[in-house]
């Protein structure tokens, strides 16, 4: 079955993540992507994903993917918090990722972890550098 996984973006983080997203956008054809509103509005036009998008984060949309996740809906999170600029919803981006570790549910908050998530999240992708090919002539 397909992973599921829900991708979310504070403003500040929106470029870096339509870059990610471009970057591992074979991996991420390979799962079923949820999005926050305006992250989710913005893959699909630059990155050309197809998401499905929930309320924008301040609207509700991080509950709406927490509720998900809560009922087993959610295979990981990649939520690219802006760790500068105070949020107006910020107990519901607490609740998100406090969600995430209740239900044991693999959750990257910056690039550098993302990276690491998505290059193990769909076996043998073009990135992923096989172990058998470093010997070959
Ligand atoms: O605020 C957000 C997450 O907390 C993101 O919401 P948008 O993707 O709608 O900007």
Known sequence: ??????LIAHDH???EMVDLASEYADVLRQCVLVATGTTGKRLAQEVGLTVERKLSGPMGGDLQIGAE????RI????FL??????QPHEPDINALVRACDVHDVPCATNI???RLLLSQLVPHHPGHHSH????QP
């Open 75 to 78: 295979d990981c999170v990649i």
């Open 1 to 6: 079955m397909k992973k599921r996984i829900a």
């Open 112 to 114: 550098a972890t993302a």
């Open 13 to 15: 983080k929106k470029d």
């Open 132 to 135: 058998h090919s470093h010997n």
């Open 81 to 86: 918090r802006d760790p500068m600029t105070p």
């Open 69 to 72: 996740l809560a009922d087993g």
